[in-house]
C-alpha cells in the first residue's frame, strides 16, 4: 500500500497569514496519462469532507482561489495565501492513483 | 447543486448486517467512480471501496473483503454498500463520494451487543 505522511500535524495560524501543508508519498503518484494521482481535503468541524484540489493542482468548482496545490511525484504542498477564520479544520491528502487509495494522518489548522 | 443523500446504518450486532444507499442528485453518476470512505470515532479517514462506472470492476481495502458488497444503480443514480458479518471495528461515520469530488452527509454505523 502506498503510504501517504503530512506534515505538519497541527498549524496554527494567524488570520491574514500564508499556510502549507506538505504531503508524502511513499511511491510516486505520476501516472501514465500525465496526471498526479493527489487530492486535498477539508473536513470543517461537524461536516464531511469537501475536495479543494484533485490530480494535484486543480481547484475544485467553488473553492477560493487562495487554495493552490502544488508538487510531482512523491511530494506535494497545498498552499492558503492568506488564511481566513472559515478555513479552520482537518486537511488531507489521499492519493488515488492505486487500491486501497489511502490518506494522510490530517493536518489540523487552527486559528492563533 | 449537486447532492449525495445517504440512508441506513444504525446500531447493529456484531455478526449482523446492514446496508448503506447514497442517492444522487444534480449529478449522473454513470460517468463516474464511486467510492465508500469511513472514519471512526475522533480517527481520520479511511476509504473502504469503489467501483467503476458500468460496475464491471470494484476493489475492497482488506479489512473489508469477503464481508462487504459494492454495488450501483445507474439508472437509479445510487450507489450501495452492502456490509455483512459486521465487526465492532467497523463501527464509524461511512461516507459515500464521487472520486475527485462531492461527498454525502455521513451515516453513522455502529456496531455493539
Known amino acids: 500500500d502506498i503510504v501517504m505522511t503530512q506534515s505538519p500535524l497541527s498549524l496554527p495560524v494567524t488570520p491574514g497569514e500564508p499556510a502549507s501543508i506538505s504531503c508524502r508519498s511513499s511511491?510516486?503518484?505520476?501516472?501514465?496519462?500525465?496526471?498526479?494521482?493527489l487530492d486535498w481535503y477539508l473536513q470543517k468541524p461537524g461536516q464531511s469532507p469537501q475536495v479543494l484540489i484533485y490530480f494535484g493542482s486543480n481547484r475544485a468548482s467553488g473553492v477560493p482561489n487562495r487554495f493552490s496545490g502544488s508538487g510531482s511525484g512523491t511530494d506535494f504542498t497545498l498552499k492558503i495565501s492568506r488564511v481566513e477564520a472559515e478555513d479552520v479544520g482537518l486537511y488531507y491528502c489521499?492519493?488515488?492513483?492505486?487500491?486501497?487509495?489511502?490518506f494522510g494522518q490530517g493536518t489540523k489548522l487552527e486559528i492563533k | 447543486e449537486v447532492q449525495l443523500v445517504q440512508s441506513g446504518g444504525g446500531l447493529v450486532q456484531p455478526g449482523g448486517s446492514l446496508r448503506l444507499s447514497c442517492a444522487a442528485s444534480?449529478?449522473?453518476?454513470?460517468?463516474?467512480?464511486m467510492t465508500w470512505v469511513r472514519q471512526a470515532p475522533g480517527k481520520g479517514l479511511e476509504w473502504v471501496a469503489n467501483i467503476k462506472p458500468d460496475g464491471s470492476e470494484r476493489f475492497y481495502v482488506d479489512s473489508v473483503k469477503g464481508r462487504f458488497t459494492i454495488s450501483r444503480d445507474n439508472a437509479k443514480n445510487s450507489v450501495y454498500l452492502q456490509m455483512n458479518s459486521l465487526r465492532a471495528e467497523d463501527t464509524a461515520v461511512y461516507y459515500c463520494?464521487?472520486?475527485?469530488?462531492?461527498w454525502g452527509q455521513g451515516t453513522l454505523v455502529t456496531v455493539s451487543s
Open positions: 489521499m492519493q488515488t492513483l492505486q487500491t486501497p487509495y489511502t
Open positions: 463520494a464521487r472520486d475527485h469530488g462531492d
Open positions: 511511491q510516486s503518484l505520476l501516472y501514465s496519462d500525465g496526471y498526479e494521482y
Open positions: 444534480g449529478l449522473t453518476i454513470s460517468g463516474y467512480w
